[in-house]
């Protein structure tokens, strides 16, 4: 793809994929980032697209790629002059009560998506289709959402 190509599909590709990650639930100011990063390093790696016609697709994959790799390393944190209190995370607390509810291979398998490794490399890893790994994931969530609809009141 020439540099004329790729300008054009900037162009009229950025704002999509700004919209992109908004509808994936990233933050405006993290949004218009991660975008530019993605057609940043699509331009950097455009002889590897196959069709040009794609891509729009394409730099949405490294832009959704990007934002997910944000959660997998540990997070750095400065305390020169932090304010140190001490305080409890709810939603940690009752996402560990959720997980404990898994079997040991459901469990990993939910934490693997939760850290944000999408289902085809959690599939490359664990030797099966992106497809099955899809599927566990459905029954794995509709199987805690069950379990959560039956109140503790109303199973005694």
């Known amino acids: 793809m020439q540099r004329d190509e790729y300008a ?3 162009e009229t590709g950025y704002g999509a994929t700004r919209r992109f990650l908004l509808s994936r639930g990233v933050p405006i100011d993290e949004a218009d980032e991660i975008a530019q990063a993605a057609w940043a390093r ?4 455009r002889e590897q697209l196959r069709d040009p016609g794609l891509v729009g697709f ?22 020169d002059g932090a ?4 305080s409890i995370d709810l939603s940690t607390l ?4 959720l997980l404990d509810r898994c079997s040991r291979r459901d ?5 693997k998506s939760l850290a944000g490794y999408s289902a085809e490399e959690i599939a490359r ?4 289709t992106s497809t099955g ?5 459905l029954r794995v969530r509709q199987t805690l959402r069950n379990q959560l609809a039956v109140s503790p009141a109303h199973a005694a």
């Open 94 to 97: 009752e996402l560990n009560r």
């Open 133 to 137: 790994i899809r599927v566990r994931l």
């Open 125 to 128: 890893k664990e030797g099966i």
């Open 83 to 86: 304010d140190v209190s001490y």
């Open 107 to 111: 469990r990993a398998l939910l934490e």
């Open 58 to 79: 394409w730099v949405n994959s490294i832009a959704r790629n990007l934002f997910r790799a944000r959660f997998r390393g540990p997070v750095p944190v400065s305390l």
């Open 8 to 10: 054009d599909a900037f």
């Open 42 to 45: 699509g331009w950097e790696y």
